[in-house]
């Protein structure tokens, strides 16, 4: 329809700050409103015009853009460089029972290392599995090469060697009660990476795990770097399901991590520990909080007992597994993992479970966490308890 331009259609161009006036085909264009336009400023061009492209940005750009409008002081934090993957030549499993087959499972499913090796003092067992799993090669794809045996020579070369060989918890046992039994395991498993893969990093998996630990240290003669305990990572697990059931949410949306000793020790830490970003108060009362811790120190029997007979194996698997993709590359940021201490939290000459950062030469170091002074004697205690189980 043809539109007629007045004065007052000019007037309400100067007030949005034009300087130009568009006059579409058709438009009657009054003689006072040519007045107006030369008056102020403002030239009447026949049209249509040729509108400029909008500007368009990714995203992320707009975003960056539209916080800066809202605080010109933001500034966008750097963008972290990426990290690159690293893949294991080989990795040695000393046990290829319950867990030392699970975690050989997930490795090899995820195709993070070349050759795997598995090694049990049960005829057959750990050749039999490593069939199994090259056979299973032909649906994964995979290009893990396994070979199973009872020589603990097979561990020649390793990069990573995991150690889950020993006796199982039965009923009515604490891990306590291992100690003397499975410190010969440990004894044979250490002289043989020391002489056939002295650069390997050590993962103890078995019970009584810390005390394990400084049995691997005392008997290999590795620096404390590259023997580390798999122990925080199952009990924060565990402490981050019983959070997660307690508050009705999924675990994803619980950050919780659990110190100290793999046993009655165990120390978790519920003033660092969030669900859906906020403290625990804000979804569960102190007696709940005290119940999940309970059931992270208790998780570990709870299936000794149902089971009647060997431990638990699926969980400590993925427990591993974590430690394996933080020293390769595929996490990052500090991991709970048992280590010698050397000072640190207050601490010397004893292996316990602490915040770590990990790499492919192990142990990189240790994070001190803000601890409540009740945590901290939690830690202390735990410390105090294994040297006096080694007689340390």
């Not at 499913?109 to 799993?133: F, Q, V």
């Not at 402490?239 to 949306?253: I, K, S, T, Y």
Request: aromatic fraction near 2%; include cysteine.
């Amino acid at each position: 329809m043809a539109r007629v331009v007045g004065s007052d259609l000019i007037e309400e161009a100067r007030q949005r700050g034009r300087i130009v006036f568009e006059l579409l085909p058709g438009d009657i264009v009054t003689d006072v409103a040519r007045e107006t336009a030369a008056r102020i400023g403002i030239r009447l061009v026949e049209g249509p015009l040729e509108k400029p492209a909008p500007v368009r940005s990714d995203g992320a750009t707009a975003l960056r853009r539209g916080l800066h409008r809202r605080s010109p002081k933001w500034v966008a934090p750097s963008r972290a460089a990426p990290t690159r993957v690293r893949r294991f030549s080989k990795i040695a499993f000393v046990g290829a029972g319950g867990v030392g087959g699970n975690v050989a499972h997930l490795v090899a499913s995820a195709d993070m290392a070349d050759e795997l090796a598995l090694i049990d003092i049960a005829p057959g067992l750990a050749a039999a599995t490593a069939l199994d799993l090259n056979h299973a090669s032909g649906i994964t794809g995979t290009r893990a090469r396994c070979t199973g045996g009872e020589d603990l020579a097979l561990v020649a070369g390793a990069d990573v060697v995991v150690v889950t060989a020993g006796r199982a918890r039965g009923p009515g046992m604490t891990r306590a009660d291992l100690i003397g039994v499975n410190a010969r395991v440990i004894h044979q498993a250490a002289e043989a990476i020391r002489s056939a893969a002295p650069r390997a990093i050590v993962i103890v998996v078995t019970n009584p795990l810390d005390e394990m630990t400084v049995e691997m240290l005392r008997a290999s003669g590795l620096p404390r770097a590259q023997v580390l305990g798999m122990a925080g990572t199952l009990d924060s697990s565990r402490f981050r399901h019983a959070l997660a059931r307690a508050a009705a949410v999924a675990p994803a949306d619980v950050q919780a991590i659990t110190l100290g000793s793999h046993g009655d020790e165990m120390a978790p830490i519920p003033s660092l520990a969030r669900i859906r970003g906020r403290a625990l108060d804000r979804f569960l009362s102190d007696d709940q909080i005290a119940a999940c811790v309970q059931d992270a120190v208790t998780g570990g029997g709870q299936v000794v007992a149902l089971k009647k007979s060997g431990s638990a194996t699926i969980a400590p698997a993925h427990a591993t597994m974590e430690l394996l993709d933080h020293m390769r590359g595929a996490r990052t940021g500090p991991v709970p993992v048992s280590v010698m201490l050397d000072g640190e939290y207050g601490i010397s000459g004893v292996v316990l479970g602490v915040p770590a950062h990990l790499g492919a030469t192990g142990l990189i170091g240790v994070e001190e966490l803000r601890l409540t002074p009740a945590e901290r004697a939690a830690l202390q205690a735990a410390a105090e308890a294994i040297r006096t189980r080694l007689g340390l």
